[in-house]
């Protein structure tokens, strides 16, 4: 399933089109602009926060990368699929765009 595409990109996902808030507490989305990362992304570090914190919630923007990055992000996306949305820009379009069609994303799915 794929969620409502944005101006430049799309987001892949695997249930509904809003993240579950699992508390009572406002939902925090960390945006994280991502080019070419499968190298340097901490993967390990990402899974410990996300199982310590369940009300984080990602949104990894893959800004057109062209090595193992989408890969990295998609089986992050599986193993943690009610916190983790990976949102795909087709061409890379540089950090500040994809931190803003990450925004965007965000704000679409009314984190609070």
């Known amino acids: ?17 809003r993240w579950r808030r699992t508390t009572k507490h406002p939902l925090s989305v960390l945006v994280i602009p991502c080019h070419n990362e499968a ?3 901490d993967i390990g570090r ?9 009300d984080w919630h990602f949104l990894f923007v893959d800004d057109g990368s062209t090595d193992g990055t989408a890969l990295m ?16 820009l087709p061409q890379n379009a540089g950090k500040a765009e994809a931190v803003r069609q990450g925004l965007l994303h965000a704000m679409d799915q009314q984190p609070a």
């Open 73 to 88: 992000l998609e089986e992050l996306r599986r193993s943690f699929p009610q916190q983790v949305l990976v949102l795909t």
């Open 39 to 41: 190298l340097r992304l």
């Open 46 to 54: 990402i899974h410990a926060m996300l199982e310590r914190e369940p």
């Open 1 to 17: 399933t794929y969620f409502k595409p944005t101006t430049r990109g799309r987001v892949v996902a695997n249930r509904a089109s």
